[in-house]
């Protein structure tokens, strides 16, 4: 491979991150810290749910209880933004591999981050009523 | 010059087309888990709550393709960002992929193997 090769080839692989800066460089981090989080939880979540074949309906629904307390209910939300930053930032990806709205992408970004910030708002409202309805301490 | 960045991509064609439609299927399938279980279920989450849901072959179908979609989606994501700071020789590249979808199918079992009792009531 010639050095102009070379170049061309890391050029043509930065293309995915673009960047190292500005705009796009936040939201490409975000998007990986928040993939990563993502798979962590997938397996912890495969996890909690075979608790009702591996453990029992009891131990499954002490786990769920648990899951019920202000800390948890907080953490939930955590990720509901994860799940919402990647998913939107993915739409976003999504359509410029389509072609569409490439000239306009930053404005692509704030709308599906607008859809994203209303999204997590409902959710939001309905965790902080679920808190305050159920009362009591962190844990 | 689309052409060309496509196929120097570290990660493959096929790979990356499956990541999109497998994306595709989990902002589907996402929203409405999410809304099932966070909002519509909230606080009510328990071993009978679950197996009412899938008591309909609605959610049935969307659990196990949710299943089968996240776990594709989440495991190539981990193959692009091992291979985003661990360029390797392609045989050990070949290890890798066959390593997780070692993992991924194991998982889908697993898996499967846990919704089972709901699923046939």
Redesign the interface.
């Known amino acids: 491979m010639s050095q102009v090769d070379r170049a061309t080839?890391s050029a043509?692989?930065n293309?995915?991150?673009g960047n190292w800066k500005g705009l796009g460089m936040w939201a490409w981090m975000l998007f990986?810290i928040a993939?990563?989080v993502?798979?962590l939880y997938?397996?912890a979540h495969?996890g909690v749910?075979?608790t009702?074949?591996?453990a029992g309906?009891d131990t499954?629904?002490d786990v769920?209880n648990l899951?019920?307390k202000t800390l948890f209910v907080l953490l939930?939300l955590l990720l509901?933004w994860a799940?919402l930053f990647h998913?939107l930032n993915?739409?976003r990806?999504?359509l410029m591999?389509l072609g569409l709205g490439i000239h306009h992408h930053k404005a692509v970004f704030w709308v599906c981050m607008a859809v994203a910030v209303v999204c997590f708002a409902?959710?939001a409202y309905?965790?902080f009523g679920?808190i305050r309805?159920?009362g009591g301490g962190l844990l | 010059m689309k052409a060309e960045v496509l196929t120097q991509s570290k990660g493959g064609v096929w790979a990356w087309l499956f990541q999109r439609i497998t994306a595709v299927l989990l902002i589907i399938g996402f929203t409405s888990h999410l809304i099932s279980t966070h909002i519509q279920a909230i606080g009510e989450l328990n071993y009978r709550n679950i197996e009412t849901r899938l008591g309909s072959a609605f959610f049935v179908v969307m659990d196990v393709m949710l299943l089968a979609a996240v776990l594709y989606h989440a495991l190539n994501g981990v193959r692009m960002v091992v291979l985003d700071y661990w360029c390797a020789a392609r045989s050990r590249r070949t290890a890798l992929a066959v390593f997780l979808w070692v993992v991924g199918l194991a998982a889908f079992a697993y898996g499967l193997w846990a919704l089972w009792p709901w699923i046939t009531g």
């Open positions: 080839a043509a692989a293309v995915g991150a990986r993939g990563v993502l798979v997938l397996f495969i749910i075979s009702g074949r591996a309906a499954m629904n769920f899951f019920d939930d509901v799940v998913g993915g739409v990806i999504v591999d409902v959710f309905s965790a679920f309805d159920q």
